[in-house]
């Protein structure tokens, strides 16, 4: 698997093919005397910013950490990956998760008072 | 739904959706203006138009990716967030300027001020896309858009002078006011070339559920529906040429233009002509306004599609609604229509080569396409597009500022 091609920027599935963001960022992590070991995928604006600009990342932290709901990109640990074909599969419900923190805020508070979004 | 049946509906659909406000206000502008003499100009672009969309849609059958999820994969975030951003504001400006062609079709026909319309008419595409499912959008909204076929019935009716059209299919530079042509020129191509096509035409294979057993109906829907749809702006043009130049009306306004099918239809050609407008810029509008909902849902991974109740995809109808009802400020403020229009096809020209270049690279790359990559002809009509993009990107504002 080739991390950069197959999963970064990939889309993000939940186990019912539910969509719930792009995979963001890769972390990564190192140990003192053994190899590299793939932690997390991140996904989220924190993080997407981050690979922009140092300046943009601190603007969206800040906003976040006013207004937002997830100052921190959602780390997902590599052990829920089901699948990295065409898109990147996780073991998870994405509902429970807060990728669709923002999406479930603007159902609730906005899509439903619309006539014909309930 | 059998194959032929599609097809056959995809061309037509092609044709009723291949007008729109830049290719009507483009073309007339040509006609009245230089005559027959820009004709090369559609047929060029209309050449470059039927490849990019047969390859968008041959991408998205058989990777099951849209134009904007293999963007941003392939090249990364930090590329893609350029054509984004790029066409996210052209979209804005040409949504508004389609806006600004149905309330100038509604004055036409009603004699109420235009700015008047902005709001209905934003109220009415929401409506559509917050209650209708693709298909709707796609052929409902496009059968209205025959009745533009009134410009090519026109043709038959004005018999233009023959050798003269198969004369002005190959390029020439006209003996004066040399920047005014160019940027015209520039014009057609930003109108035709359009990069929101490419990105709905992918987003929509996807909606359709195509899979590669659809790369022959693909292949026919591009070629005929847009080689087709291309005889309406041929019309456009035909009819300018042969109705508004020889009185010298240079169109510097859609009234101007409202009255090029009045010689061959009498009063109902002014009637006619406010329809066509109104229907393919509003047919237009609904795909623009689309667009941007997709291709922002699509490059943050949202979940989109016009076939989900909008409870389902809150983040992707949220833009749509947003974006709509944002876009009548342009008219609202009293932005003229036509330099509206002008204005955002040049700078479509500008944003052109970031959308074509991902081209050459996609649909060569076994991934993405398998075994249906590009052969050599597409691939030299998307280096030659390219090309033609760079070019058209330097000299469409420097264009713009002297013959526009």
Redesign the interface.
């Known amino acids: 698997m080739h991390l950069?091609?197959d999963v970064?920027?990939?889309?993000?599935v939940d186990r019912n093919q539910?969509?719930?963001?792009?995979v963001?960022g890769i972390v990564i992590e190192l140990r003192p005397g053994q190899p590299p070991r793939l932690a997390y995928l991140e996904?989220g604006a924190t993080a997407?910013a981050r690979?922009?600009h140092p300046r943009l990342y601190q603007w969206i932290f800040a906003l976040e950490r006013r207004w937002g709901k997830c100052e921190l990109p959602y780390r997902i640990p590599w052990a829920k990956v089901r699948d990295t074909g065409?898109d990147v599969e996780i073991d998870v419900e994405a509902e429970q998760t807060p990728a669709l923190d923002?999406?479930?805020w603007?159902?609730n508070h906005?899509?439903?008072h619309?006539p014909?979004?309930? | 739904m059998s194959k032929i049946l599609e097809i056959f509906l995809g061309i037509v659909t092609s044709i009723g959706g291949f007008l729109d406000v830049g290719a009507i206000a483009t073309s007339a502008e040509a006609g009245s203006s230089f005559g027959f003499h820009l004709l090369w100009a559609i047929v060029l672009g209309t050449i470059c138009v039927i490849f990019l969309v047969e390859m968008s849609g041959r991408l998205a059958a058989v990777s099951q990716h849209t134009l904007a999820d293999a963007v941003r994969e392939r090249f990364g975030f930090n590329f893609y967030v350029f054509p984004l951003i790029a066409e996210v504001i052209v979209d804005f400006l040409v949504l508004g300027a389609e806006i600004g062609g149905v309330c100038i079709a509604l004055q036409l026909l009603t004699g109420i001020d235009l700015r008047w319309w902005a709001l209905p008419v934003a109220f009415a595409i929401w409506l559509l896309l917050w209650k209708g499912t693709f298909g709707l959008i796609e052929n409902g909204i496009s059968l209205f858009g025959l009745v533009t076929l009134a410009f090519v019935v026109a043709i038959f009716k004005l018999r233009p002078d023959l050798p003269a059209l198969t004369q002005s299919l190959l390029p020439s530079l006209p003996h004066q006011d040399t920047p005014h042509y160019l940027f015209i020129a520039v014009s057609i191509l930003g109108a035709l070339i359009s990069p929101y096509l490419f990105y709905f035409y992918s987003s929509g294979a996807v909606e359709d559920k195509w899979d590669k057993s659809y790369l022959g109906v693909n292949r026919a829907v591009a070629s005929l529906g847009m080689g087709f749809g291309s005889i309406v702006s041929i019309g456009v043009l035909i009819v300018a040429a042969q109705v508004l130049q020889p009185r010298g009306i240079t169109v510097d306004s859609y009234e101007q233009a409202a009255l090029m099918l009045t010689q061959p239809f009498g009063y109902w050609g002014f009637i006619l002509f406010a329809v066509s407008l109104g229907i393919a810029c509003f047919g237009a509008a609904l795909e623009v306004t689309l667009d941007t909902a997709y291709i922002v849902a699509q490059a943050l991974g949202w979940n989109w599609g016009e076939n989900l109740h909008p409870r389902e995809a809150a983040r992707f109808s949220s833009i749509y609604t947003v974006f709509v009802f944002s876009a009548t400020v342009l008219i609202l403020i009293g932005l003229d229509p036509l330099q509206l229009t002008l204005f955002s096809m040049a700078l479509t020209a500008v944003i052109l080569p970031t959308v074509i270049v991902p081209f050459l690279v996609l649909m060569n790359d076994r991934k993405y396409v398998g075994d249906h990559k590009n052969g050599w002809i597409s691939n030299g009509v998307v280096v030659f597009t390219t090309i033609l993009a760079f070019v058209l990107a330097i000299v469409a504002i420097p264009l713009e500022i002297f013959g526009g």
């Not at chain 1, 970064?8 to 993000?12: F, G, P, W």
């Not at chain 1, 539910?18 to 792009?22: I, N």
């Open positions: 950069i091609r970064l920027d990939n889309q993000l539910r969509k719930m963001g792009k963001d996904t997407l690979r922009l065409i923002y999406e479930r603007l159902r906005v899509i439903k619309i014909g979004g309930k």
